[in-house]
């Protein structure tokens, strides 16, 4: 029996290595060049949701490329407990903006509200490339410091992914629409993009400013020959309609 037991604790702990290593070698794909091996390594870690990965990602993660440390951002959200609380609060003073933003936001989601500051000056640091990510990591966050920073994303010559999800986070967030939000979707009227010309005024008609229907709805029935806008804002244009 007690040979048996041996055999069945090194076959257990054989496991164990066998799949500590299978992990390893998943993240260092995540963090690797290849973006195809990327998007393979993070639908697997996904698929496995194994708390055994959030000290990898944590020693990895500011090494990553941007697509990577998306990847293991999105990895660690799926996580519970102090380890990776630990790792919030570590990322709110890294090296990049993204990895910042994510560290604050998340940490402000959890209760600790110091890092306010720090998040508002990562999403007044961040590329404009990266905008769109970041954006859903602070979802239903809604202090002014966060707010005036996305607003500043409104701005002509923006991308219109960029300022469609800018005015529906300010329209989700705000109790009560503010002067410098409508302003900001209005200083997109002029815009030469329709697509972010559309998603402005979908905004102002959403929020109740008078003026603007017959110009979207005019914009909308154009756009089959002028209006290269995304599938996402002519759905959101025509639901605010």
């Not at 998306?70 to 990895?99: C, H, I, M, S, Y």
């Not at 989700?172 to 629409?177: D, I, P």
Request: aromatic share 4%.
């Amino acid at each position: 029996m007690r040979t048996l037991s041996g055999v069945l604790l090194l076959a257990t702990l054989a496991r164990v290595a066998t799949a500590q290593a299978d992990l390893e070698a998943l993240v260092e794909q995540l963090a690797g060049n290849d973006p195809n091996q990327r998007s393979q390594a993070y639908n697997e870690l996904q698929r496995r949701r194994a708390p055994e990965m959030v000290p990898l990602l944590a020693k990895r993660i500011a090494g990553m490329p941007v697509q990577g440390q998306q990847f293991a951002v999105w990895l660690l959200q799926q996580q519970n407990g102090e380890p990776v609380k630990a790792v919030w609060r570590k990322l709110v003073d890294a090296d990049t903006p993204f990895l910042r933003i994510a560290g604050a936001a998340q940490s402000h989601r959890l209760g600790d509200r110091n890092h306010v500051a720090v998040l508002a000056k990562g999403l007044q640091e961040l590329p404009a490339d990266q905008r769109n990510q970041a954006i859903n990591l602070i979802w239903n966050i809604d202090d002014e410091r966060v707010l005036s920073a996305i607003r500043a994303w409104i701005v002509p010559g923006g991308a219109q992914d960029t300022v469609r999800q800018a005015l529906q986070y300010l329209g989700s967030v705000e109790k009560a629409r503010s002067e410098a939000t409508i302003a900001a979707a209005k200083s997109v009227l002029s815009d030469a993009n329709l697509g972010a010309k559309a998603a402005a005024l979908a905004s102002l008609v959403a929020w109740g400013e008078p003026g603007h229907s017959a110009a979207l709805a005019e914009l909308l029935d154009r756009k089959s020959t002028r209006l290269n806008s995304s599938h996402l804002v002519i759905s959101y244009a025509v639901f605010c309609l």
